[in-house]
């Protein structure tokens, strides 16, 4: 099971830090992602990691403000997120799969958190 959280309320050019936490079973072994939905739009992909921590991958759209990350010995995955902007707001979920860019891969997905930037 997983459960996002560390959403909310922030200004445009913030930050946030939002973990992914995991229980019932260890992900050490799992690829893992973050993906996110904002209103009326289709889920997309936004980062990657592979189970070691060795390979990231980043939607172009978050590259260089957003930092994936994973402490495998806590079971969690996080998601760093600078200079925010209006556009990063939606629901991010966090899954255990490949590592890849693709929802398909991903068989375990925890409840989003919201994500919401005001300009």
């Known amino acids: 099971q997983l459960q996002a959280f560390g959403g909310g309320l922030v200004q445009a050019g913030g930050s946030l830090r939002l973990s992914c936490a995991a229980s019932?079973?260890?992900?050490?072994?799992?690829?893992m992602g973050w993906f996110r939905q904002a209103p009326g739009k289709e889920r997309e992909f936004v980062a990657a990691?592979?189970?070691?921590?060795?390979?990231?991958t980043y939607a172009e759209s978050v590259k260089g403000r957003f930092t994936i990350s994973r402490d495998n010995a806590k079971n969690t995955v996080y998601l760093q997120m600078n200079s925010l902007k209006p556009e990063d707001t939606a629901v991010y979920y966090c899954?255990?799969?490949?590592?890849?860019?693709?929802?398909?891969?991903?068989?375990?997905w925890g409840r989003g958190t919201q994500v919401t930037v005001s300009s």
């Open positions: 899954a255990a799969g490949s590592g890849s860019k693709w929802e398909s891969h991903y068989a375990v």
């Open positions: 019932g079973r260890s992900f050490s072994r799992d690829g």
């Open positions: 990691i592979w189970w070691s921590g060795g390979s990231t």
